[in-house]
Each structure stands twice: as structure tokens, then as C-alpha cells.
């Protein structure tokens, strides 16, 4: 729909999700069980905030951003927790 992402690599990992800050599973080769997304919410016209979990728990806040002309998607997640390594993590795809 007009308010929801459907997210698949070319590793096989995929989820789709509404823009409703409810949890929906990511799955796909290598996924830890247990492993969740939510779209919080729309933070301008090409980004989104997200958060990741895993079996409840929050694990990661981040955001996923696609370039006006829809050609690249950059993931950024920085990872929380007592031992959790503050320095974000970002991830660039392009279309091909």
C-alpha cells in the first residue's frame, strides 16, 4: 500500500512493513530467529525511521533513505544495548 515498504536483497532477506511502528518479522538466509522491524515514521519526502528487535527486545534504531531519483537506498542502524558498539552502521544499495 501507499503506507508501507516491501524490503528484499539479493541475499534473500526480506520483510514488508506499514508505517505503523508495529513489529513485522525480517526473514531470509542468516536472519537470526526472532528477528523484527518497525517503521516508526516518515521523516521526510525519502527517509524513514526505523527500529529493530529481536525477540522483543530493541536492538537497533535507524533509518532507511532512498535518493530523489529512486536510484540508491542507504540503511544506517546504530545498534543499543549495555555492550552494544555506538558507531552506526550504513549500508549503500544501487539500482542496477
Known sequence: GLNSVKYLNGQG??????????????????????????????????TIASTLSRNGVVTGNGTITVSPDGKVMTTTVTNVGPNANPIPSVRVWEKQ
Open 13 to 46: 532477506v526480506t520483510y514488508t512493513a506499514a508505517l505503523d511502528n508495529k513489529p513485522v518479522p525480517v526473514t531470509g538466509p542468516g536472519v537470526m530467529a526472532g528477528s523484527m522491524i518497525a517503521l516508526i515514521r516518515q521523516l521526510d519526502d525519502y
